[in-house]
């Protein structure tokens, strides 16, 4: 990257200040359109660089008086490749009009396409503590930022590594995507800033990585564990985002009581066998 001065000023989304790491109600939002660049129309990869300092520190690495002890940068995708599957048109031969209906074509060749959501959310973990880097999740070790110069602590054992700041695409359904090519030229962006547990982080940056590269997996036609062609989880994020909190709720708990009720039912009804086998048999002595 260039010096940030010599940056078009249009590239800047996104400049917050004196943000508290550890205030879990401190919650910002911002909403703006960004250009789509020709490279990204053309397959090429929407990248967004973040720049993270102490307050009244450094922002731009090209500077003198920058400092890899008070700030780092680096960088996400924005876009996502997925596989998508190639759709036929079937016609009603029994039918009295000309018309089609397309359906998914489940054959092993897979087109890969860009897809872009418009909803990030951008938290910090401020409770990360002391990591085990080489055991930590692929999914979790990819948004971790180690220290540029390779400082190690007293021991001369231990690393650093910068806060992490999650980029979180976990609520991103393929349902509310949208292919990018040569047609789309801008593109909405909506980022919300906030502070995540670290267990929470954990959680959804594995999930993710997990439900993605089934995904991929399935669609080159790949064995999957349970079967199915990895799009299951994305299903299970529909209804959790589609359906009422409530309703949902109040569902799980019956399902559980109507278990449990059957259990109980089927064992009475075995304790019931057993005594009337006992009856039958005093009755015959």
């Known amino acids: 990257m260039p010096p940030l001065n010599a940056i078009p000023k249009s590239s800047l989304v996104l400049e917050e200040k004196n943000f508290t790491i550890g205030n879990y109600s401190e919650n910002r939002e911002i909403e703006t359109t960004i250009k789509v660049p020709e490279e990204v129309q053309r397959n090429g990869t929407l990248w967004a660089h973040f720049y993270v300092a102490l307050s009244g520190h450094q922002l731009d690495p ?29 016609k009603n031969l029994l039918a009295g009009t000309n018309e089609t209906e397309e359906v998914e074509d489940d054959t092993p060749n897979v087109q890969i396409v860009s897809y872009y959501h418009p909803n990030f959310t951008v938290s910090v973990i401020p409770d990360s503590g002391v990591q ?13 930022q180690l220290e540029s110069t ?26 509310h995507m949208t292919e990018l090519n040569s047609t789309v030229e801008t593109l909405p962006l909506r980022i919300t800033l906030n502070n995540m547990k670290n267990w929470k982080f954990n959680l959804m940056a594995s999930i993710d990585e997990n439900s993605k590269q089934n995904a991929r997996q399935a669609a080159f036609g790949g064995p999957m564990p349970a079967g199915g062609d990895g799009s299951e989880f994305e299903m299970f ?13 109040t569902t799980g708990i019956v399902s559980v009581l109507h278990m449990i009720f059957e259990t109980l039912a089927f064992k009475n009804d075995i304790v019931s066998e057993q005594l009337f086998s006992l009856v039958w048999r005093v009755s015959l002595i």
């Open 237 to 249: 994020k529909e209804i959790l985002l589609d359906t009422n909190p409530y309703l949902l709720t």
């Open 150 to 175: 390779g400082a190690r602590d007293i021991t001369g054992q231990n690393g650093w590594y910068y806060p992490i700041v999650f980029l979180n695409t976990f609520w991103q359904l393929k349902s």
């Open 132 to 144: 085990k880097y080489r055991m930590l999740h692929p999914g979790v070790r990819q948004h971790m």
């Open 62 to 90: 090209a500077a003198k008086d920058y400092s890899t002890e008070t700030a780092f940068h680096f960088r996400r995708p924005l876009n996502q490749y997925l596989p998508k599957k190639k759709a036929k048109k079937l």
